[in-house]
């Protein structure tokens, strides 16, 4: 480190003065004040100097000068001085911050948006997505993206304006992607699951001023339009390689809108990178679902953290077997144009379309729920096909039982457990794996893999805190606390329900819900949802616990544990199972004992009931509705 030098010297300048002036003073104070036993002088001038030979009185200690009052000039040579207490920044200025402004030059928002034109420029030719026997290079996405963004713009959208969609997993969904925030709108993703009352509602609360709708999806966005408020301009989508049947009065054509635009249009960065990028509803099961508003930066920082927590390379090749509308495909449509990745679009998941595309296209990555996993690994036969090049399946939504994970592995997959929320753009953790962990003992193992680890690159904290107290709970693997996060990719916020932001982002954390547990290492593990804990007889009891057991049995597709009221100890496990095909002769009871093999009784499920399980989209156990049947079981 270099040395401040005076008068161009390269020495650092000695102490002796400062221990001369020490001295001095020291002197002084013993002597008491010199003006005392000196004969009295006339009074000086105002401005006159200080003689040369009048001892120095020792500053007062944290003395500071008064703003705007000038010091008195003297004519002794400098001396050092103790080290003045530092002014305030207000006063003094940061020499970091003057005349060092934030220029176009310097400074330009965050926003993912900015990666596809990089990539059309770098590698226009190269192939970004695969839809059936469709082929689109970057250059033609990227033009594709501008013209949809012209015609939007003609349109009237603008800053803050949303597009609504609902689309399956196809071009014309990457395309709004960028399309839609080129012009400074917001997009809104819709779950094509979604009844047409919940689909009204959103249009309404979004403030739609255009829908874009798939032939598939005709019928409800029909009855949508009919119930809701708002009057969007609606737009048809029609599936060339996968033709569907559906009417929608008075709909535009998606591809001539589209062409009409101009491939050439000059889209704008955003503002200001706290813009609104997108617009994603949360699933109501109590009320109506919240709208959670994410902004330019967090969708670009998850960019470059996908790449990292999902190990990916140059020019990967993704399979769309999660839902763009959910969470906006963790990001991943954005993602793939930094490392001029191909998207394969994958209209229905199925086992053997999935299958097909790894095989044929050499897919290198895919993510999604353990059902998606259910589906891959109980595939007939004829529906599989082998693959030797490496395929990484990232995996979130609930806790994956172990013993499906360690299957995944068997079956070639190698592994990234990840979670988060929509309020995190999706992935906000990720198990990040040691090598050495490949070398521990299957069980071992297995209970590495099903903890959902450490923060991704771009959260900057995360936590588990007592929820009444805000603090850490001991990092022992056993003790139960709430799991919060803090950070850039966290939402901004609720749309138009500042309560509920209030409350989210209580203490300067946002609150998940989701209860777990802090391990020695620093590795969080989920335990249940808060409402997911089952209270009998005085003792919390884990219904992810209880499940991950079931799953151990051959015979179990899918569990799900809930509590059911009990007169005598207020509540007991009552498990929901799907069984595999060829399992049928498998009882109730039959599942209790081999529980009881592995569990502590009172843990054990009192009553199974063997069903087909209700889910989401995206693979989640619509638990609210198995609790809702518990409660009418006797």
Same mark, same amino acid.
């Given at each position: 480190?270099?040395?401040?030098?005076?008068?161009?010297?390269?020495?650092?300048?000695?102490?002796?003065?400062?221990?001369?002036?020490?001295?001095?003073?020291?002197?002084?104070?013993?002597?008491?004040?010199?003006?005392?036993?000196?004969?009295?002088?006339?009074?000086?001038?105002?401005?006159?100097?200080?003689?040369?030979?009048?001892?120095?009185?020792?500053?007062?200690?944290?003395?500071?000068? !008064?703003?705007?009052?000038?010091?008195?000039?003297?004519?002794?040579?400098?001396?050092?001085?103790?080290?003045?207490?530092?002014?305030?920044?207000?006063?003094?200025?940061?020499?970091?911050?003057?005349?060092?402004?934030?220029?176009?030059?310097?400074?330009?928002?965050?926003?993912?948006?900015?990666?596809?034109?990089?990539?059309?420029?770098?590698?226009?030719?190269?192939?970004?997505?695969?839809?059936?026997?469709?082929?689109?290079?970057?250059?033609?996405?990227?033009?594709?993206?501008?013209?949809?963004?012209?015609?939007?713009?003609?349109?009237?959208?603008?800053?803050?304006?949303?597009?609504?969609?609902?689309?399956?997993?196809?071009?014309?969904?990457?395309?709004?992607?960028?399309?839609?925030?080129?012009?400074?709108?917001?997009?809104?993703?819709?779950?094509?699951?979604?009844?047409?009352?919940?689909?009204?509602?959103?249009?309404?609360?979004?403030?739609?001023?255009?829908?874009?709708?798939?032939?598939?999806?005709?019928?409800?966005?029909?009855?949508?339009?009919?119930?809701?408020?708002?009057?969007?301009?609606?737009?048809?989508?029609?599936?060339?390689?996968?033709?569907?049947?559906?009417?929608?009065?008075?709909?535009?054509?998606?591809?001539?809108?589209?062409?009409?635009?101009?491939?050439?249009?000059?889209?704008?960065?955003?503002?200001?990178?706290?813009?609104?990028?997108?617009?994603?509803?949360?699933?109501?099961?109590?009320?109506?679902?919240?709208?959670?508003?994410?902004?330019?930066?967090?969708?670009?920082?998850?960019?470059?953290?996908?790449?990292?927590?999902?190990?990916?390379?140059?020019?990967?090749?993704?399979?769309?077997?999660?839902?763009?509308?959910?969470?906006?495909?963790?990001?991943?449509?954005?993602?793939?144009?930094?490392?001029?990745?191909?998207?394969?679009?994958?209209?229905?998941?199925?086992?053997?379309?999935?299958?097909?595309?790894?095989?044929?296209?050499?897919?290198?990555?895919?993510?999604?729920?353990?059902?998606?996993?259910?589906?891959?690994?109980?595939?007939?036969?004829?529906?599989?096909?082998?693959?030797?090049?490496?395929?990484?399946?990232?995996?979130?939504?609930?806790?994956?039982?172990?013993?499906?994970?360690?299957?995944?592995?068997?079956?070639?997959?190698?592994?990234?457990?990840?979670?988060?929320?929509?309020?995190?753009?999706?992935?906000?953790?990720?198990?990040?794996?040691?090598?050495?962990?490949?070398?521990?003992?299957?069980?071992?193992?297995?209970?590495?893999?099903?903890?959902?680890?450490?923060?991704?690159?771009?959260?900057?904290?995360?936590?588990?805190?007592?929820?009444?107290?805000?603090?850490?709970?001991?990092?022992?693997?056993?003790?139960?606390?709430?799991?919060?996060?803090?950070?850039?990719?966290?939402?901004?916020?609720?749309?138009?329900?500042?309560?509920?932001?209030?409350?989210?982002?209580?203490?300067?954390?946002?609150?998940?819900?989701?209860?777990?547990?802090?391990?020695?290492?620093?590795?969080?593990?989920?335990?249940?949802?808060?409402?997911?804990?089952?209270?009998?007889?005085?003792?919390?009891?884990?219904?992810?616990?209880?499940?991950?057991?079931?799953?151990?049995?051959?015979?179990?597709?899918?569990?799900?544990?809930?509590?059911?009221?009990?007169?005598?100890?207020?509540?007991?496990?009552?498990?929901?199972?799907?069984?595999?095909?060829?399992?049928?002769?498998?009882?109730?009871?039959?599942?209790?004992?081999?529980?009881?093999?592995?569990?502590?009784?009172?843990?054990?499920?009192?009553? !199974?009931?063997?069903?087909?399980?209700?889910?989401?989209?995206?693979?989640?156990?619509?638990?609210?509705?198995?609790?809702?049947?518990?409660?009418?079981?006797?």
């Amino acid at each position: 480190m270099a040395t401040r030098t005076t008068s161009g010297s390269n020495k650092t300048p000695k102490k002796p003065a400062r221990s001369a002036r020490a001295k001095m003073l020291k002197k002084a104070k013993a002597k008491g004040p010199a003006k005392a036993k000196r004969p009295p002088k006339p009074p000086a001038p105002k401005k006159a100097k200080v003689p040369a030979k009048t001892p120095i009185a020792a500053p007062k200690p944290h003395s500071k000068p !008064i703003p705007g009052r000038r010091r008195r000039s003297h004519s002794r040579p400098v001396l050092p001085q103790p080290r003045p207490v530092p002014r305030s920044k207000s006063l003094a200025g940061n020499p970091y911050d003057i005349d060092l402004l934030r220029t176009p030059a310097n400074y330009q928002p965050l926003t993912p948006i900015s990666f596809l034109a990089r990539a059309a420029l770098a590698y226009p030719e190269t192939t970004a997505i695969i839809h059936g026997s469709r082929r689109y290079s970057y250059a033609e996405f990227y033009a594709r993206s501008r013209r949809l963004a012209s015609v939007l713009a003609r349109e009237g959208i603008g800053r803050g304006d949303t597009v609504s969609v609902l689309l399956a997993n196809t071009p014309a969904m990457l395309e709004a992607h960028h399309g839609v925030p080129m012009t400074g709108g917001v997009l809104h993703a819709l779950n094509t699951r979604l009844d047409p009352s919940s689909v009204a509602f959103m249009l309404d609360h979004a403030g739609a001023k255009i829908f874009i709708v798939d032939r598939e999806f005709a019928d409800c966005a029909a009855k949508a339009l009919a119930l809701a408020h708002a009057k969007p301009l609606v737009i048809l989508y029609d599936d060339a390689e996968f033709p569907q049947a559906g009417a929608l009065a008075g709909a535009r054509d998606y591809e001539a809108f589209l062409m009409a635009g101009d491939p050439e249009f000059a889209w704008q960065m955003p503002p200001d990178e706290w813009d609104a990028i997108s617009l994603n509803y949360t699933s109501g099961t109590t009320g109506n679902p919240k709208g959670v508003v994410s902004h330019h930066r967090g969708a670009a920082l998850m960019g470059y953290a996908n790449i990292l927590a999902c190990r990916m390379r140059e020019r990967p090749v993704y399979l769309w077997t999660l839902p763009m509308f959910h969470c906006n495909g963790w990001c991943f449509p954005w993602t793939l144009a930094l490392l001029a990745g191909t998207h394969v679009c994958l209209r229905w998941v199925r086992a053997k379309d999935m299958y097909a595309a790894i095989a044929e296209h050499k897919v290198t990555h895919l993510c999604g729920a353990p059902t998606v996993m259910a589906a891959l690994l109980n595939a007939k036969p004829d529906e599989r096909r082998s693959f030797s090049h490496e395929v990484n399946f990232v995996h979130a939504a609930a806790p994956p039982p172990e013993a499906m994970l360690l299957q995944m592995l068997d079956a070639g997959f190698k592994l990234t457990h990840v979670y988060g929320l929509t309020e995190t753009y999706g992935p906000a953790t990720v198990n990040a794996w040691h090598p050495e962990w490949d070398a521990l003992p299957r069980e071992e193992e297995g209970k590495k893999r099903i903890r959902q680890g450490v923060p991704y690159a771009a959260l900057e904290q995360l936590a588990v805190l007592d929820p009444n107290t805000l603090e850490p709970v001991p990092a022992d693997g056993v003790t139960l606390g709430e799991v919060m996060f803090r950070g850039n990719i966290v939402m901004k916020g609720y749309l138009k329900n500042p309560k509920a932001t209030r409350e989210a982002m209580e203490g300067g954390w946002f609150h998940s819900g989701d209860l777990g547990v802090m391990h020695e290492d620093g590795y969080i593990q989920l335990k249940d949802r808060s409402k997911d804990i089952i209270i009998s007889g005085g003792e919390n009891i884990s219904s992810i616990e209880v499940e991950n057991a079931l799953y151990r049995h051959p015979c179990v597709l899918f569990a799900a544990v809930v509590a059911k009221p009990d007169a005598k100890w207020g509540e007991t496990p009552c498990a929901f199972v799907e069984k595999k095909p060829g399992h049928e002769d498998v009882a109730a009871a039959d599942l209790i004992a081999f529980c009881r093999e592995i569990l502590a009784h009172f843990k054990c499920p009192s009553r !199974i009931v063997f069903c087909e399980l209700p889910k989401t989209t995206t693979g989640k156990i619509q638990k609210f509705r198995l609790r809702d049947q518990a409660k009418t079981l006797d």
